[in-house]
């Protein structure tokens, strides 16, 4: 795993998908070239973004506009959705949702715009031996993590099942590029982002606004009720909201198949030193809670050992 530290991107696009989800495409060069070339999936990076502008009045969200001036101290941590190496240069792709000042921000920076970056920080998935069926399952923003794990999964083991879920409220809550109200309720190649690396997908949205009428985790369930396999052979990575991630891991703990989560936590240095990220964590073989970093010892986490 590459040091981390921090690092000079540059802004390649910064693109609108819909509604309030953006995609910004980063290019680091040289020693930050090498650090995010072996960046893993679930890691996550820390951007300075003090120096963005605001955008003009009128492109302002009517719920952001009393907070939309309030100065941005503290970096920002962000997941990546794609990451390229090509040599002298390495691609990071970040999947954004525009929800207070920092992210208002980002959506004014452009191509050949200087970011300060730290990274690569936080430990990511890790797929074990023995498994053969990787289940992605991803609410809202935490989609993003997920597509960046399928690309290395496909990258580095192309003998592994991988299925990718996502769910949200509404149809307009799923974080993609494509028209989503009309997709089918059955697994198949529906999102683009997932399906460029040749793994199928299945939608669900609480209101029934597009795929399946029903929880993320409701439609995984159906789906294992269909497709058997022992369940050692199984491993279930979800990112997401956390009464989500607690569904899943109660849900992973009642079929015996192992989960990671990838939690989210307000983060202030990102490195383990403020404690302001504490996950309240089990103890093996006792009754015991730790508190551990989310920044530090994960975001990823073992469902098992994780408080909800």
């Excluded at 715009?113 to 890790?126: A, K, R, T």
């Excluded at 491993?235 to 997401?240: A, Q, S, V």
């Excluded at 986490?301 to 994780?306: L, P, Q, R, Y």
Aim: glycine share 10%; hydrophobic share 40%; charged share 20%.
């Amino acid at each position: 795993m590459s040091d981390k530290g921090e690092f000079s991107a540059v802004v390649v696009s910064n693109r609108n998908l819909h509604h309030q989800f953006h995609r910004l495409k980063l290019e680091f060069f040289d020693t930050g070239a090498k650090a995010f070339a072996n960046f893993r999936p679930g890691q996550f990076a820390q951007l300075d973004l003090s120096n963005a502008a605001l955008p003009s009045p009128e492109n302002i969200p009517e719920e952001l506009t009393d907070g939309a001036g309030r100065n941005v101290i503290l970096r920002r941590p962000f997941s990546f959705a794609k990451v390229t190496d090509d040599g002298d240069r390495t691609f990071a792709e970040i999947l954004y949702c525009v929800v207070g000042p920092a992210t208002l921000r980002t959506t004014t920076l452009s191509p050949g715009d200087s970011v300060s970056v730290i990274g690569p920080l936080g430990n990511g998935y890790h797929i074990g031996e023995g498994k053969t069926t990787v289940l992605l399952v991803g609410g809202g923003m935490g989609t993003a993590p997920l597509q960046h794990l399928a690309q290395v999964l496909t990258a580095e083991n192309g003998s592994l099942g991988v299925i990718a879920f996502a769910g949200a409220k509404t149809a307009d809550g799923l974080p993609f590029e494509r028209r989503l109200d009309e997709v089918s309720q059955q697994v198949g190649f529906i999102l683009a982002e997932f399906a460029q690396y040749g793994i199928e997908s299945v939608v669900a949205t609480d209101d029934g606004s597009a795929g399946f009428h029903g929880l993320v985790t409701d439609c995984l369930s159906q789906w294992l009720d269909q497709n058997a396999q022992p369940a050692e052979q199984r491993i279930i990575c979800g990112c997401g909201p956390e009464p989500m991630l607690a569904a899943l891991s109660r849900f992973a703990a009642e079929k015996n198949i192992d989960c990671q989560v990838s939690l989210e936590r307000r983060m202030a240095c990102g490195i383990g030193l403020c404690q302001s990220c504490a996950v309240e964590c089990r103890v093996s073989d006792s009754s015991d809670t730790i508190y551990k970093m989310c920044c530090d010892d994960g975001p990823v986490f073992d469902a098992k050992e994780v408080v909800f």
